[in-house]
């Protein structure tokens, strides 16, 4: 389980993890802050944290989860960015966006190796 810090500015969202992430964990976020109307754009930061027991199926029902929020109409036009600054945690987080692509949530994604990288994006 992880220890997960959440921060709102404007329509942004951050969520800072400290630990071993759970599928369970971002879906609980999801459902509770991406249905909050005034968010547009959010931030994953896991440069201390780690999703490396997560499995395929995880980020399968994170991404349905995901594509049901958006559908319902919140989070229109918005980004999410990753941050994972290794490349196991690179290589993972590319993999949710791709299978977040493929169940077709309609938000842009990408993955980023610091927060500075991240918010210029945004």
Do not use: C, P
């Amino acid at each position: 389980m992880a220890t997960i810090d959440i921060q709102t500015d404007g329509s942004l969202l951050i969520v800072s993890v400290t630990g071993i992430l759970l599928a369970e964990e971002v879906i609980e976020i999801i459902n509770g802050y991406y249905t909050n109307s005034a968010i547009k754009d959010v931030v994953w930061d896991l440069t201390n944290g780690s999703m490396h027991l997560m499995s395929h199926e995880g980020f399968r029902e994170i991404a349905r989860t995901t594509k049901k929020i958006v559908d319902d109409g919140f989070r229109k036009g918005g980004k999410t960015a990753y941050i994972g600054n290794s490349d196991h945690k690179f290589g993972l987080l590319s993999m949710y966006t791709v299978i977040a692509e493929i169940t077709g949530v309609a938000a842009k994604y990408k993955v980023f190796n610091s927060m500075e990288e991240a918010k210029t994006w945004l």
